[in-house]
């Protein structure tokens, strides 16, 4: 168990290694690696977009009979993820790149073509001017001239920029803004004025309605004090006994006659909380026959007066006053309890 984990193998004395077989691999043989897609790339077949940097499990082989400087070339095989179809790109030594084969396009290789035009034309330039002086005169010059129109066409745009700057932006703005002020102040006072009248408005037509009332209760204030300067003192009596003639003589009832003093103190035989404890005094025959004195008496002085049931009251056809009246009052009434 200790020799485990034990490096160092035992080699016996009469060990030989070439006596140990080789084991005969193909050259384009294929081994299963794991990478990411050096660049972005349309499928041919689906249209499917695959980003740099996708990661596939791809079959790598050694190109044969292509070599740079002594360095390999490898070629990748991988699937498109939507269509399962098969894209092979190899690698690029001279340009630190990556050559798209087939199965796929490379995206953004218009740039890339461009780039390498600019870089053989620089080239070819060099390769003219390294053996031809009059040729390096004449790249000179069209470089000046060229030169010279790029000038011109910077002054030209330095020009027209210089015209638009003519136009204040800046004040512009400023006086923009100064006009919208100003229109929201007058708008400002405007709502001013126009809620100032209304107030001005409700308040005169408040104005005329309390002087149209006020009008109102002095003429009938005035119309009031006329009618009650122009009626007599009398008039109380007067409207007394109409009322006593009127329940008399409507439909058999009797009222009960109202005195002006019971009209302040109140009466005692009206059906109150304290009814109960008062108890009128019964007549007796001689209450209920008139005096033949009393009679003649009245008859000479031509007053008519009419006695009446205990429980009815009389009345004076000649307008006499209640109180000259008073004390022929009978001073009891039939009880209501009988």
């Given amino acids: 168990m200790s020799e485990r984990k034990v490096l160092n193998k035992y080699y016996p004395p009469d060990f030989d290694p070439a006596k140990i077989p080789k084991l005969k691999l193909p050259k384009d043989r294929q081994y299963v690696v794991r990478l990411m897609a050096p660049f972005n790339m349309r499928c041919k077949t689906c249209g499917e977009y695959i980003y740099k940097g996708k990661k596939f499990n791809a079959r790598k082989e050694t190109v044969q009979n292509e070599h740079y400087m002594g360095l390999p070339i490898f070629r990748f095989y991988i699937k498109c993820t939507r269509c399962l179809a098969e894209i092979t790109f190899k690698t690029d030594p001279e340009n630190t790149d990556y050559a798209m084969e087939h199965g796929a396009t490379r995206n953004f290789q218009a740039e890339k073509l461009l780039e390498e035009e600019e870089k053989r034309i620089q080239q070819e330039r060099e ?71 209304m107030l001005e408005r409700a308040l005169v037509k408040r104005l005329r309605d309390s002087d149209s009332e006020s009008d109102g209760e002095e003429e009938s204030s005035r119309g009031h004090l006329k009618q009650t300067c122009a009626d007599k003192p009398t008039d109380i009596l007067t409207a007394d006994k109409a009322a006593n003639l009127q329940g008399t003589s409507s439909g058999g009832v009797k009222r009960p006659k109202v005195e002006s003093w019971e009209k302040s103190v109140g009466t005692l035989g009206g059906r109150g909380a304290l009814s109960s404890l008062v108890v009128r005094k019964k007549p007796t025959e001689m209450d209920k026959k008139p005096n033949r004195e009393e009679a003649s008496t009245a008859s000479q002085s031509g007053t008519a007066v009419t006695f009446q049931t205990p429980n009815q009251p009389y009345f004076c056809r000649n307008g006499s006053s209640s109180l000259s009246l008073l004390g022929a009052y009978s001073d009891s009434d039939s009880n209501d309890s009988d």
Wanted: glycine fraction near 2%; proline fraction near 1%; hydrophobic fraction near 25%.
């Fill in 127 to 197: 390769d003219e001017e390294l053996n031809n002086p009059m040729k390096v005169l004449e790249n000179r010059t069209k470089d000046s001239k060229m030169e010279m129109e790029v000038l011109e066409n910077l002054q030209e745009l330095k020009e027209l920029n210089q015209r638009q700057a003519l136009v204040d932006f800046e004040g512009m703005i400023d006086r923009y803004r100064e006009l919208e002020k100003r229109e929201r102040e007058r708008e400002k006072e405007e709502d001013e004025r126009e809620t100032k009248e």
